[in-house]
């Protein structure tokens, strides 16, 4: 099939890293399907849309975005080195995983102590400079 300039690309799925995009593009022109990676990357933000919204996306023409979503499901573990199950698993404890974020007992105990050490050095000093 002979692709045209104007033919218009769309978003096939956002990745994780060049890496993965990388790989996924190798898979899909493997087959003839043109690709697009488009980094999110800023050096004004400096990464900082990266780490929130990932590494970039992949794009392929509209004709043929059911092809490669079939393709990509097809070779998950290859593109992404995790099976579809995993990635499955994957997501769904990330939700759960950001509500439970807390601070650990012994670094607690260890901040009391530390903060303990530096108002009694911070006394001395004091006591010592006016007597």
Do not use: C
Not at 95 to 110: C, G, N, V
């Amino acid at each position: 099939m002979t692709q045209t300039h104007e033919e218009k690309f769309v978003r096939l799925q956002v990745l994780q890293s060049l890496f993965e995009g990388q790989r996924m593009q190798a898979l899909l022109q493997a087959v003839d399907i043109p690709t697009m990676l488009n980094s999110f990357g800023d050096t004004a933000l400096d990464g900082l849309y990266q780490a929130q919204k990932g590494w970039g996306e992949i794009r392929v023409p509209e004709s043929r975005k059911a092809e490669a979503e079939k393709i990509i499901k097809e070779h998950a573990s290859q593109t992404t080195g995790m099976s579809e199950a995993d990635l499955e698993k994957q997501a769904l404890s990330a939700d759960t995983e950001s509500a439970k974020i807390t601070t650990p007992a012994s670094f607690k105990w260890i901040l009391w102590v530390i903060l303990s050490v530096i108002t009694l050095l911070i006394a001395y000093f004091l006591l010592d400079l006016f007597y």
